[in-house]
């Protein structure tokens, strides 16, 4: 198996920014990762579950990303190398743990690494990480390119360990899902011996025990420590202008926004009135390195997504250093200039540095626009996101909205983070009626469960998968039992983490690398906590809605697990369950009272309906033979016959 | 080696397609055979939500002179690869221009509004018609259809960079398909993989 730790040092590899995120975790002598699953982070920990195989370190799928910080900050404590990685929404829930982290510090060193969405590609928030570094004054750390997110990486251990606390790396999706050359560098060879060396005095940041107290002790020097951290970032390679020397406008950026700014002067052709510091350590602002730049030019435009955390840091020095720097016009997110939400790109920051050189920026022809809009708008039909052919998803939610629909208080569902989230939309029926947090839609229907003195009659349902189930559901699931509120709760088991690339949980049989590991039953849990369990195969829909039905109607807290595998699962993947078939002489078409039910309301993108021939038709290809629709057309057109 | 100069640099090569026909894979090989040859590439993603029937896109950068940003600038790009017709003529909305070529896969995907009857799907002569006034040239290949004769409709995305390779603006000669695949594939499908590739380069005329 090819893994990260193949390669030379020297050598010029095509990596994935997680991966180089991974390589340069291997070259610094990581020995713990810990991790939660979640776009665009995930492929982080992956790579090195894969190269345990071959190096002696230990990699965790935790169970949410507060354990995993702690998980990590052990193997710190007891002098290894560790980091933990998640995704911008895990940091919110590690932060509990990460603020007492900073106060008592580290030992070996120990990074954090935060990919984060900007433009929400693939989350339900664009939320971001960075204020929390600020907040615990931990370094933090962008790179900007594949290369930089090895050697950053690197470079954090050596700088945690030389401060004594965490250093915070973030990335985002536009690095970590990019792909570029990165030349290696070597692996070490030793792996260390972990102790946790715990005989000192409650001051001995060496030997004795690991605490936030003596409060106003730890908490001067992890101000220290952030000092030291300054003075190294004054020097860091990682931080640079590039431009003329006497620029018009000085552009302040970092990440993946570097490289977008640096194509912006390239597409204005401004590079003689256009200058750009190039930061890497983004906080706290290294001010003699800062001063030196800001000095140049009376502009000062900031790109960085998505709110301006560096660009207020910048504001923030300029006025400390205005008797020396001069009075500065900002522009940036702040005033408008680039949009305030929403990731950035090329266009929009030549858009924004046009603006202010008083330039215009038409990146396309106005008559190829024009021709191009009426292309689309006639011959590319729009493809909205969908649950994909056979997800046991969509059978699920056509269960409970129709036991929904016949029981008739206007019962609703509250969701959480997931392929399930999906439901909002026609193609999960709009079934679902609240989304937030992990574990959310649990705790959410706690609440609403409790409102029946207020006279609300409506039945109140939630949905969790699997892996939030372990995640962040259990608590709210305590809560509602506790509390006696009125609620069911479907937990869609589907094995395994399905929206980021089936990463294992605790509810399964194999670790993060692949050993066995006792898997954690689901339905003992919830019937030890003291909710009604039943059970239930989404693909009968028939059964499956019924007991919906059955347990909205029961009253208490009750617990309904529709355990279906994934389809694009391993195990299943490119396996039909069922060969499924359309007899046309069968399907009424337009004539069928049934309003094309298959296709208008099922939805399924492996049922077609075909306008010359009036009538659904199957898609050989798409179809993943889960056999589903056999069950609901009302004139029994599709067939199914299983494959051996 | 020393690396040959582009006559387009960075050239912005995108590949478009719909989750699950094999984008990602076709972008990484593609850059693995770059790289191999000195080039800097940069590769964006979109994928992720879009794994659920989305659009999925990626940004393939080659440049002889240093990395590029992930994102292709609107209008900027010099090739669009397409695993899917509807998705080509997407993507030319942001980043055509009259010099783009296209090469696209004819077979269709169809979408939640064109599978529930809300859209029509386009006929493939007026996708070609579009194509004929949007483009400096444009290749259908019935990639799909090809790959399933040679075993399994995924192989519809390396026939598609056969066909690139043929169209010759990018240096990506069988030979160098056939390392990557070598170092990067389990023995038994390197074969088959190779037979799609050149029945990819065999279909530009």
Known sequence: MQTICDGRSGEIQLMQGNQAFARGALEAGLSVVAGYPGTPSSEIVENLAKASTVRDIYVEWSVNEKVAMEVAAAASFAGL?????????????ASDFMLHLSESGVRGGMILISCEDPGALSSGNEGESRPFAKMFEVPLLEPCDMQEAKDMTQWAFELSEEIGNLVMIRSVTRLSHASGNVKLGSLPEAAPKARFKHWGTLMDADEGPVTPVPVHYRHTLMQEKLKKAVSRFEESPFNFYEGPENP?????????????????????????????VKLGTTWPLPPRFMEKYLSKADIIFTVEEVLPFIEDSVKILAADISDRIGIKRFHGRGDGTLPTINELNPDLVAEGLAKILGMEYRPVAPAYAELVDEAVGAASPPRDLAFCAGCPHRASFWSIHNALEMDGREGFVCGDIGCYTLAVLPTGFSTLRTIHAMGSGTGIGSGFGKLGRFGMDQPVLSVCGDSTFFHAVMPALVNAIHNRAEMTLVVLDNSGTAMTGFQPHPGLTADAVGNEAPALDIAGIVR????????????????????VLELIQKGGVNVLILKQSCALSPEKKGKKLFQVDLDRSVCLGENCGCNNLCTRVFKCPGLQWDAEAKSARIDEVICSGCGVCASICPSGAITKKEVA | MATQALAMDPYNLIITGVGGQGNVLASKLIGNMLVDQGYYITIGETFGASQRGGSVMSHLRVSAES????????????????????????????????????????????????VCGDSPYPAMDVLKGWMDKLTAGAWFIDATDEAMKLGTAILGNVLLVGALSAVGDLPLERDRFQEVMARTMPPAKVEMNIEAFEKGQSMIV
């Not at chain 1, 190398?81 to 829930?93: D, I």
């Not at chain 1, 000085?250 to 200058?275: F, H, N, P, Q």
């Not at chain 2, 940003?69 to 030319?92: C, D, Y």
């Open chain 1, 81 to 93: 190398r560790s980091a933990a990685v998640m995704k911008q929404v895990g940091v919110n829930v």
């Open chain 1, 248 to 276: 018009e406008v000085i552009i302040v950026t970092s990440s993946a926004c570097t490289l977008y700014s640096r194509e912006a002067i390239r597409l204005l052709d401004v590079k003689d009135r256009v200058g750009l």
């Open chain 1, 528 to 547: 030890a906590m003291g909710a009604h369990v039943a059970e239930s195969d989404p693909f009968q829909v028939e059964e499956t809605r019924d007991k």
């Open chain 2, 67 to 114: 990395i590029q940003g992930p994102q292709i600038p609107r209008g900027k790009a010099h090739m669009v690869v397409a695993l899917e017709p509807t998705e080509a003529l997407r993507v030319l909305k942001e980043y055509g221009n009259p010099g783009v070529k296209v090469i696209t896969n004819t077979r269709p995907v169809y979408s939640l509004a064109v």
